[in-house]
């Protein structure tokens, strides 16, 4: 069935999961953006994306958009909303053991400042299109985690907004209370060493610095850095134990090493100005055209000091992932050769770099010419290997996909 897709090579051609123009009750969507995935046990293909209205900014209103495929991409059902309009951010879905066989979540982050304006403060309404009870979360509160489930493989959907002993959010760490955090790194599940069945998940995080106010708006803060999430109940609650303020570096995906008893983390450098604004706590510079690394061996309450690997410096999120013992990472490469320069920033020539080594030594091909901007990269089957991607600067033309193996990779 995939062989019918994909080139003697061993990659297929581009394929698309979502066009833009999508109509959703009155709103159109502009942008479909930072798409993610997830492939149930009985082989049903899952993915998902913010569907941007308005102006498509960061902050304005966004919908959960579905497609479903029972053929690993051949042929898809056609995209939908599964979410009422909100200001959420990136969307990381994962499967769970439930009565009823297999739960599907999705973990996205819910500005509830920006998500109250869209609704007029009308807290009965805002509960009915986005199942967000403003009793319960606070109506002082910046933001939320949100576990969306389906035990029908997406027919249907349920909203939990995390609060109390779920959520990682509002508990000081080292100085700082996190209110938001933007899971953009795709949840990874340890399948081996002390910690096997815990999910984990690298994301950029805003925190409030001990002794200052916390208001109703996450933007009032800098984004301070990164931290990753982890859950030892099958992602029904998740905890932090350790974050990275350093206003060094932001988005950021992790996955396991050493045999299931360390961590890697790789982060998107951050814009200059933020430093200037908030003077980091190391003098660290990646060089053009590397990126951030650190390792934790203690599950991630300490972190190793940055360093860097020569893997695109393109201000874009990268997706990590592991299959085996291989260590996939998906990113926009740059616009082109540069005589100075090395490759120039842009979010163009989509590359999947890869390491076998616990990310000590990377090599890397292109996959995607053309634009290619958040994305996700993992298992489709024990075989083939799959990247999504948002087309255009962010989103504009619609998420695209291209399905490759390791025999194309190492070629």
């Not at 907004?161 to 599940?189: C, E, R, W, Y």
């Not at 301070?224 to 350790?242: C, E, L, N, R, T």
Request: charged share 20%; glycine share 12%; with cysteine.
């Amino acid at each position: 069935m995939i062989n019918e897709i994909l080139s003697s090579e061993g990659v297929s051609e581009l394929q698309l999961a979502f066009e833009p123009g999508l109509k959703i009750g009155k709103e159109t969507v502009c942008r479909n953006f930072q798409p993610s995935f997830v492939v149930t046990s009985d082989g049903i293909l899952l993915v998902f994306c913010q569907g941007r209205v308005g102006d498509g900014g960061d902050d304005d209103l966004k919908m959960i958009l579905m497609n479903r495929s029972r053929d690993f991409g051949k042929t898809w059902e056609g995209a939908r909303a599964i979410s009422g309009a909100m200001n959420h951010f990136a969307i990381s879905p994962y499967l769970s053991a439930s009565e009823s066989g297999e739960t599907v979540s999705l973990l996205t982050c819910v500005d509830l400042n920006v998500t109250k304006q869209y609704y007029g403060d009308d807290y009965a309404l805002l509960k009915e299109s986005t199942g967000i009870d403003m009793e319960v979360v606070g109506v002082e509160t910046p933001c939320v985690l949100c576990r969306f489930t389906t035990n029908d493989v997406g027919d249907t959907w349920q909203n939990e907004p995390l609060t109390g002993d779920k959520t990682p959010l509002g508990k000081p760490h080292s100085g700082d209370t996190p209110i938001f955090f933007n899971a953009i790194g795709q949840v990874h599940v340890i399948n081996q060493g002390s910690h096997q069945g815990r999910y984990i998940l690298g994301g950029p995080v805003f925190a409030v610095p001990e002794g200052a106010e916390i208001t109703r708006d996450f933007r009032d803060y800098a984004n301070s850095g990164s931290a990753v999430i982890y859950s030892d109940d099958q992602g029904a609650s998740w905890k932090m134990d350790g974050l990275i303020a350093d206003y060094l570096a932001n988005e950021a995906s992790a996955v396991s090493i050493d045999g299931g008893e360390g961590l890697l983390m790789v982060r998107r450098f951050n814009k200059e100005g933020m430093m200037l604004a908030h003077p980091t706590k190391t003098s660290f510079r990646p060089k053009f055209g590397e990126r951030i690394f650190h390792t934790s061996s203690d599950a991630g309450k300490t972190w190793s000091e940055p360093f860097s690997k020569e893997i695109s410096g393109v201000k874009c999120h990268g997706t990590m992932a592991k299959i085996g013992n291989r260590i996939y990472f998906s990113v926009p490469k740059g616009y082109g050769p540069d005589a100075e320069n090395g490759w120039t920033y842009g979010r163009e020539n989509g590359t999947i770099y890869f390491s076998d080594d616990d990310g000590n030594a990377w090599s890397h091909k292109t996959i995607e010419e053309g634009t290619f901007s958040y994305n996700t990269v993992g298992q489709l089957t024990d075989k083939y290997r799959i990247t999504f991607f948002s087309r255009g600067l962010m989103g504009e033309d619609g998420i695209g996909y291209r399905i490759f193996t390791d025999t194309w990779l190492d070629s």
